[in-house]
């Protein structure tokens, strides 16, 4: 399934091909330096520094994943789901160059320096744009503001009522469950739920893994559904703000882990990119997306007028998904985002915060989203506007 644009077609180019013509290029150098000037000594029929071959074998492979990646934005580059984890782990992999670079200046290894200097500026050109607050438009001041609370509340969860009873309190207008089995909603109902967010769009035939509902204490509009498009289940909440009929489009696309997963992620991402155009109004896209920031294809949905909620507040490296709910790898604590908010440019984020893993490998969160008005406020409305923004001072990642 190709990971173009839509509308773009052509002849794909297999994403291993390109990643390995990378690796032979940089990993080349070394040789042909030696040849030429004798410069270098990692690879020299005398002697044979074995650190300086391995951070020659790794500044290859992250080469060919950048490379890769960049290449992928701009051409029909058909990859795997071993590229696509590679580009999710990026920015902890591009640490790796930071280390074989102080290690090549001590050793003066200055070819080796070169090269891992230049991943490292590549890194520093990922990272800093996420920790930069976008500029906020001036018509949010007076925008009335929509709570939304994301969270993967996960299929294998052994506090399901913990986690049910901090989304009943969480203050949400609307919730995004990810995961959320005929089991779990049973739970969120006994806890409250029922009571506090009647309104509900989902698929009751849905047992999968996969399944996502979205639960309001608002009444929905008309254009609210649960709508099937090939793979893709999405669900589908018109929020009335102020007058404003806002749409919430809820998600899960297949885990790449899964057998065949990264072949229906594609296609389900695919099928989204389509799907989006045909969006109006005041539009979040919301759920556990199973991709980081980092993989093209979100990318090529950011270019259809989205932005990352979190990222616009400086908070794109903060990251949601842990290795596994509890034990060892769960208490490292989560890695990487890949629970995600994107707003078109009728919403802009105004305050997030984290909530507790309670029971799940995700970290749901918190978003205050302002709307953009499509008609002059009512004199005497009482409605959401009035809400005071979340506070920004708590992101908690512990099982409790």
Request: charged fraction near 20%; charge should be negative.
């Amino acid at each position: 399934m190709s990971t173009q644009e839509p509308g773009r077609r052509g002849t794909t180019i297999p994403g291993y091909l390109a990643a390995l013509l990378t690796a032979v290029a940089i990993a080349a150098l070394p040789l042909v330096a030696q040849l030429v000037d004798n410069s270098a000594d990692e690879f020299s029929p005398h002697s044979f520094a074995v650190w300086p071959a391995l951070g020659w074998v790794t500044c290859a492979a992250l080469s060919a994943v950048v490379v890769t990646r960049r290449l992928q934005t701009q051409v029909a580059i058909e990859e795997g789901s071993a590229l696509a984890l590679a580009y999710d782990a990026l920015p902890v992999l591009l640490a790796i160059p930071w280390v074989i670079g102080l290690l090549s200046a001590i050793s003066g290894h200055w070819l080796l320096m070169t090269a891992a200097s230049g991943l490292c500026a590549y890194h520093v050109i990922l990272l800093a744009p996420r920790l930069m607050k976008a500029p906020t438009p001036s018509w949010v001041r007076r925008a009335p503001l929509l709570r939304l609370v994301v969270a993967n509340v996960f299929v294998d969860n052994r506090t399901p009522a913990d986690a049910a009873r901090q989304l009943v309190e969480s203050g949400g207008d609307v919730l995004v469950i990810v995961e959320s089995t005929a089991t779990f909603m049973s739970v969120f109902d006994e806890s409250g739920g029922a009571d506090a967010y009647p309104h509900r769009v989902a698929d009751p035939d849905d047992e999968s893994d996969y399944a996502v509902s979205i639960v309001s204490n608002r009444e929905f509009g008309p254009r609210s559904e649960f709508r099937h498009i090939g793979p893709l289940r999405l669900a589908i909440a018109d929020v009335d703000v102020d007058g404003t009929s806002t749409l919430v489009v809820a998600l899960n696309p297949m885990a790449t882990m899964d057998l065949d997963g990264h072949v229906t992620w594609k296609e389900q991402i695919r099928v989204l990119a389509e799907f989006v155009p045909t969006l109006s109004g005041p539009v979040v896209i919301a759920g556990d997306l199973n991709t980081t920031r980092y993989r093209p294809e979100f990318e090529q949905i950011m270019k259809l007028g989205y932005s990352d909620a979190i990222d616009s507040l400086g908070k794109g490296l903060n990251p949601s998904f842990k290795l596994t709910a509890g034990g060892a790898l769960g208490a490292v604590g989560a890695v990487v985002r890949l629970d995600h908010a994107l707003v078109n440019d009728d919403m802009h984020a105004v305050a997030m915060r984290n909530l507790e893993a309670r029971g799940s490998d995700h970290i749901p969160f918190v978003v205050d989203l302002a709307v953009r008005l499509r008609q002059p406020r009512k004199p005497g409305l009482h409605g959401i506007h009035q809400r005071e923004p979340i506070a920004e001072d708590r992101d908690v990642a512990s099982d409790q």
